[in-house]
């Protein structure tokens, strides 16, 4: 079965720091993974993905995540935050369904 | 191009009522796909449809069901409502089955409220 778990339910961070949501995963198969974002009122929209193509990947608005299977992880990473940063990211990881895990509430500190 | 559609934006039902929540899918996508997000959870996983068939079923009671049209438009129909059915309804769709070669779109969803 697949899964994962988002470690921070809430993560502050002030404008122009780095940016780290953790997620990890569980899967019995290599695994898909994506990271998307949610604005207020508003449905979620894809950051990134990993399809096993290469362990880092780049994704929309200067995000990245990096692939590590040793630590079973895939955490959302930023150089810098910017105030419209500020949202709820969610992990997700494919098996014969969608699964999501619970979320973090990105707050940025001007 | 227009994205995913949902209607209606916000709902009030009341317990026992029925509701049925509709997608339009971006032009193409053959799949949609219905999720249930309650407050301050991810979203949960309740039906997939690809070419107006069922290929996927997520943990609900049969008090949910869904179908697709043969424009790919979707429904998500819900009986008997409770307290607890109150909730941001997602839509989604995408090309083909929703995994990891076809992205899924989002709709900005239907606003549920059941009193």
């Known amino acids: 079965a697949q899964s994962v778990t988002q470690l921070g339910s809430h993560v502050s961070v002030s404008e122009g720091a780095l940016v780290l949501l953790r997620c990890n995963y569980s899967?019995?198969?290599?695994?898909?993974l994506f990271w998307y974002v949610q604005y207020p009122n508003q449905g979620l929209q894809l950051l990134l993905k990993?399809?096993?193509?290469?362990?880092l990947v780049k994704g929309i608005n200067g995000f990245e995540a990096e692939f590590k299977k040793s630590e079973t992880s895939f955490h959302l990473t930023k150089p810098s935050a910017h105030m419209s940063d500020a949202a709820e990211y969610f992990c997700?990881?494919?098996?014969?369904?969608?699964?999501f895990g619970t979320g973090t509430s990105l707050t940025v500190i001007p | 191009d227009a994205g995913v559609t949902q209607s209606p934006t916000h709902l009030i039902k009341t317990r026992g009522q029925h509701v049925t929540l509709r997608c339009s899918p971006i032009?193409?996508?053959?799949?949609v796909s219905w999720y249930q997000q309650v407050l301050g959870q991810g979203p949960q996983f309740i039906f997939q449809?690809?070419?107006?068939?069922?290929?996927g079923r997520g943990n609900f009671p049969d008090r949910f069901s869904a179908r697709q049209f043969p424009n790919y438009s979707s429904e998500l129909n819900v009986n008997a409502l409770l307290l607890g059915d109150s909730a941001l309804y997602l839509c989604?769709?995408?090309?083909?089955?929703?995994?990891?070669?076809?992205?899924?779109?989002f709709g900005p969803g239907t606003r549920l409220t059941v009193t």
């Open positions: 899967s019995s198969v290599p695994p898909y």
């Open positions: 449809y690809y070419e107006k068939e069922e290929r």
């Open positions: 032009s193409g996508h053959k799949s």
């Open positions: 997700a990881v494919v098996g014969n369904q969608f699964y």
């Open positions: 990993y399809t096993s193509a290469a362990t």
């Open positions: 989604a769709s995408s090309q083909g089955l929703a995994g990891g070669y076809y992205e899924q779109y």
